[in-house]
């Protein structure tokens, strides 16, 4: 396929991916509900629930409606609603699913989802999202019970559950050891959930669990589900962080020289609208080498992007003009989000083309 640039994923690898993740949950006797932030496809999402999903994560409620088109019935937006318009959606969205799930990490969010499905006459689950030291939402860690308190007063909502997002993260700071984050992630949340317990509140479910964390934090006694995204492709991230091998990583991006303006520089056809940025080289504490990760041609560095342009530093003189490079990046899920679809590529070796279709569902 010469129509590049474009991504390929490995129907191999990425089933593997699948299983393994699956056995995790099931040899710790938890739930799996992967995020699906990072492939957006319906199709994808169906292997992991026939792999022992109990359902899906999602961050936005566009993203729902379309994982809900296709049948997807076990929905949790991971993901604070505070406006009445969206409110609407979310109650419509109850109507038409067997469980569905929100995010809450204030009263005032929570109050909004309240007077909608009072206005529906329906109850709506919701979850307390709870900060354990990535500082993005969730309500603070001292503040929980009360809130939870508060939460239950409100006669058209259901506390579930409690759900936090916490990554690669160790006493507040970003970290490479992956064990020590889960298993303080699990401590900090399964602590939470007693101290709501305690005051007499109800919780059934304690959500945890990003790619990196999630052998860890799935063996904390009282967590009851992992909410991993990543696995399902990995990338040049989580082979830093330890998490997967790059042979375990099923997407890469195919692009093509189209330029050689000099023996140390050669110029790809993907520049910042072809890969994810979000995730920069050389900074602590992964120290990525690059925007992704030429595995055909090692010495070469990924080191520069313009919108169309990506600019490689090599030697090689095998890069020629024509040639095309496969690139592992740095960051999948905000690559995959860049493009309209991807290929899969089968064992036979023949590929099929299957639409991005949750792609640029942001609201």
Request: negative net charge.
């Amino acid at each position: 396929m010469d129509h590049t640039p474009y991504i390929v994923i490995d129907e191999t690898i990425l089933l593997k991916n699948i299983r393994k993740m699956s056995k995790l949950a099931k040899v710790n006797k938890i739930n799996l509900r992967p995020h699906i932030k990072t492939h957006k496809i319906p199709h994808i999402a169906k292997l992991q629930l026939a792999e022992g999903a109990v359902g899906i994560t999602v961050a936005k409620i566009s993203e729902a409606k379309v994982m809900a088109s296709y049948g997807i019935d076990d929905i949790f937006i991971a993901y604070p609603v505070v406006t009445p318009s969206k409110a609407e959606e979310v109650c419509q969205l109850n109507q038409q699913l067997a469980n569905l799930i929100v995010g809450v990490d204030s009263l005032e969010g929570a109050k909004v989802l309240n007077e909608c499905a009072k206005k529906y006459q329906q109850k709506l689950q919701v979850r307390l999202e709870i900060d354990t030291g990535l500082k993005r939402t969730g309500v603070q860690y001292q503040e929980a019970t009360l809130l939870a308190k508060q939460i239950v007063e409100l006669e058209s909502l259901t506390l579930q559950g409690i759900f936090t997002f916490k990554g690669a993260v160790y006493n507040g700071e970003a970290t490479t050891d992956t064990a020590l984050a889960g298993q303080e992630e699990g401590k900090l949340m399964v602590d939470v959930a007693n101290e709501i317990r305690e005051a007499g509140i109800s919780i059934d479910d304690i959500s945890v669990g990003s790619t990196p964390t999630a052998a860890s934090v799935a063996a904390v006694k009282g967590i009851t589900e992992i909410r991993p995204g990543t696995y399902v492709f990995n990338d040049a991230m989580q082979v830093r962080l330890g998490v997967s091998e790059w042979e375990d990583c099923a997407a890469h991006v195919v692009t093509t020289i189209v330029s050689r303006p000099s023996e140390d520089r050669a110029v790809i056809d993907g520049g910042s609208k072809t890969f994810a940025t979000d995730v920069q080289p050389n900074f602590a504490p992964l120290h990525l080498k690059g925007f992704g990760s030429i595995q055909e041609y090692p010495e070469a560095e990924f080191v520069r992007m313009n919108e169309e342009h990506g600019v490689i530093h090599t030697s090689d003189p095998n890069l020629k003009i024509g040639e095309q490079v496969k690139i592992i990046p740095n960051h999948i899920c905000s690559t995959i989000n860049l493009h309209n679809y991807v290929y899969l590529k089968k064992e036979n070796n023949e590929y099929q083309k299957l639409l991005i279709e949750a792609r640029g569902m942001i609201q």
